[in-house]
């Protein structure tokens, strides 16, 4: 764009067309590099997305599981306090067994 | 020893803490960059554009800001991918830990669930001992000093329904032989289809682990009997056994005859056994007696219509014709 504006005399014109060419390709190389610059962003964002999606759906499934041993283990607890609250049955048992 | 492993496994647990302590420190480290990547980009943004408009080489700044564009997505880029790397190792940390954790759960619940199990089968045997088993009735006749010992050894025998012992099963056997030798002819008297198994049959079911039945089944012929179980295989043995057409030509044509009486109980069932129950003292006839002593009494059923009319018509004639006499004599003979 710089390029364009020198110049002068009788080649003048020939010379202003070259520095409108010049310009015109800076300008595309320009708008080309701001293309790969935006289109890049752009899949940085898709694999951030993707990324949240994958994130969020393998949190999900391991809350899963979380909440069944949660219960799984509250259940062992109880039963495990059923059977120290009742040591009769394994003394009972232990009798019958000697 | 136990010093060592306890100094080793908490030096182990501290250095897993230190890196674990690291790693979170560097993944707190990307979050915070990633965080400040937006503000130095802004501030980027502004700085350019201020020295695009003052400045007047302008070319020189504009490579410059494409440098900086280039250099800013590649950084980005790779924070984005430490973060999402980090993020997932640890994501597979926490998976790893629940599945473990489901593990040890699923251990403890299969040791709870044997043990379950085993508090059940003691209690179980522990109320089976208390049930009255079933008394079953001597099957034979044995002499007084065999019956006594044999018939302990049967019960105590049905219950556990095999004889696994040889001792106690060739003197079961032996006391067998003997009361059928002294006994035949009481062999054949038994009316009913159901008595129909041999010993042998018998003592082979019981051997196989059935419930056997508890009323006697002599033979209708004893020595073919005995001699066919030597050589006929088992599944003949237990499928003649349930049948009561056995050995039909041997026999005579009354007990044949009685053979197909609807009196077909199972033999494997201990319902019949009151029915079937005898004694010793209880007087025993023969087949062909018994028979015969039906016959008389069908006899006498049907003599008795006919003296019945015979009776009816002499009173009658009483009455037209007051011989007493005659009626008498009829009721003499009545």
Same mark, same amino acid.
């Given at each position: 764009?710089? /390029?364009?504006?020198?110049?002068?005399?009788?080649?003048? #014109?020939?010379?202003?067309?070259?520095?409108?060419?010049?310009?015109?390709?800076?300008?595309?190389?320009?708008?080309?590099?701001?293309?790969?610059?935006?289109?890049?962003?752009?899949?940085?964002?898709?694999?951030?997305?993707?990324?949240? @999606?994958?994130?969020?759906?393998?949190?999900?499934?391991? %809350?899963?599981? !979380?909440?069944?041993?949660?219960?799984?283990?509250?259940? !062992?607890?109880?039963?495990?306090?059923?059977?120290? +609250?009742?040591?009769? !049955?394994?003394?009972?048992?232990?009798?019958?067994?000697? | 020893? #136990?010093?060592?492993?306890?100094?080793?496994?908490?030096?182990?647990?501290?250095?897993?803490?230190?890196?674990?302590?690291?790693?979170?420190?560097?993944? +707190?480290? +990307?979050?915070?960059? !990633?965080? %400040?990547?937006?503000?130095?980009?802004?501030?980027?943004?502004?700085?350019?554009?201020?020295?695009?408009?003052?400045?007047?080489?302008?070319?020189?700044?504009?490579?410059?800001?494409?440098?900086?564009?280039?250099?800013?997505?590649?950084?980005?880029?790779?924070?984005?991918?430490?973060?999402?790397?980090?993020?997932?190792?640890?994501?597979?940390?926490?998976?790893?830990?629940?599945?473990?954790?489901?593990?040890?759960?699923?251990?403890?619940?299969?040791?709870?669930?044997?043990?379950?199990?085993?508090?059940?089968?003691?209690?179980?045997?522990?109320?089976?001992?208390?049930?009255?088993?079933?008394?079953?009735?001597?099957?034979?006749?044995?002499?007084?000093?065999?019956?006594?010992? $044999?018939?302990?050894?049967?019960?105590?025998?049905?219950? $556990?329904? @095999?004889?696994?012992?040889?001792?106690?099963?060739?003197?079961?056997?032996?006391?067998?032989?003997?009361?059928?030798?002294?006994?035949?002819?009481?062999? /054949?008297?038994?009316?009913?289809? @159901?008595?129909?198994?041999?010993?042998?049959?018998?003592? %082979?079911?019981?051997?196989?682990?059935?419930?056997?039945?508890?009323?006697?089944?002599?033979?209708?012929?004893?020595?073919?009997?005995? @001699?066919?179980?030597?050589?006929?295989?088992?599944?003949?043995?237990?499928?003649?056994?349930?049948?009561?057409?056995?050995?039909?030509?041997?026999?005579? $044509?009354?007990?044949?005859?009685?053979?197909?009486?609807? %009196?077909?109980?199972?033999?494997?069932?201990?319902?019949?056994?009151?029915?079937?129950?005898?004694?010793?003292?209880?007087?025993?006839?023969?087949?062909?007696?018994?028979?015969?002593?039906?016959?008389?009494?069908?006899?006498?059923?049907?003599?008795?219509?006919?003296?019945?009319?015979?009776?009816?018509?002499?009173?009658?004639?009483?009455?037209?014709?007051?011989?007493?006499?005659?009626?008498?004599?009829?009721?003499?003979?009545?």
């Amino acid at each position: 764009m710089a /390029r364009a504006g020198g110049g002068g005399g009788g080649g003048g #014109g020939i010379t202003n067309a070259v520095n409108v060419g010049i310009a015109v390709q800076a300008d595309w190389e320009n708008r080309e590099f701001i293309s790969h610059i935006s289109l890049n962003i752009r899949r940085l964002f898709d694999f951030l997305i993707q990324f949240e @999606s994958t994130t969020k759906s393998k949190l999900s499934s391991l %809350n899963l599981k !979380l909440d069944t041993l949660e219960r799984r283990l509250q259940l !062992l607890e109880l039963q495990v306090s059923t059977a120290t +609250s009742n040591p009769s !049955l394994f003394t009972s048992t232990t009798t019958t067994t000697a | 020893m #136990g010093t060592m492993t306890a100094s080793s496994l908490s030096r182990e647990a501290s250095n897993y803490d230190e890196v674990s302590m690291q790693q979170s420190l560097l993944f +707190s480290d +990307s979050l915070k960059d !990633l965080k %400040n990547l937006r503000s130095q980009l802004y501030s980027a943004a502004e700085y350019f554009e201020l020295s695009y408009t003052n400045d007047d080489q302008k070319q020189i700044v504009v490579e410059t800001l494409k440098d900086y564009a280039i250099k800013a997505l590649v950084n980005t880029v790779d924070h984005l991918g430490s973060v999402t790397y980090k993020v997932n190792d640890l994501f597979d940390e926490k998976v790893d830990e629940v599945s473990g954790t489901e593990f040890r759960v699923c251990c403890i619940e299969q040791r709870l669930r044997t043990c379950q199990e085993y508090i059940d089968h003691e209690g179980i045997s522990q109320q089976s001992l208390v049930i009255d088993t079933p008394k079953y009735h001597k099957r034979y006749i044995l002499p007084v000093g065999e019956t006594m010992h $044999g018939a302990i050894r049967t019960k105590s025998k049905y219950q $556990g329904c @095999s004889l696994d012992d040889e001792d106690d099963w060739h003197q079961f056997r032996n006391a067998v032989r003997a009361t059928i030798r002294e006994a035949p002819s009481s062999a /054949r008297e038994t009316p009913t289809s @159901s008595a129909r198994e041999t010993p042998t049959s018998l003592v %082979n079911s019981m051997r196989k682990g059935r419930s056997p039945s508890p009323s006697p089944r002599p033979p209708p012929q004893r020595s073919a009997t005995f @001699s066919f179980t030597s050589t006929m295989p088992k599944k003949d043995l237990d499928k003649r056994s349930i049948s009561p057409h056995r050995f039909p030509l041997l026999r005579s $044509g009354s007990v044949s005859s009685r053979s197909t009486t609807p %009196n077909t109980s199972r033999p494997t069932t201990p319902s019949s056994a009151p029915a079937k129950k005898r004694y010793p003292s209880e007087p025993r006839k023969s087949a062909s007696m018994r028979l015969q002593a039906e016959k008389e009494n069908t006899k006498d059923i049907e003599q008795y219509p006919s003296k019945s009319k015979r009776l009816l018509k002499a009173l009658l004639s009483r009455r037209k014709s007051k011989k007493d006499e005659m009626l008498y004599t009829y009721l003499d003979e009545y």
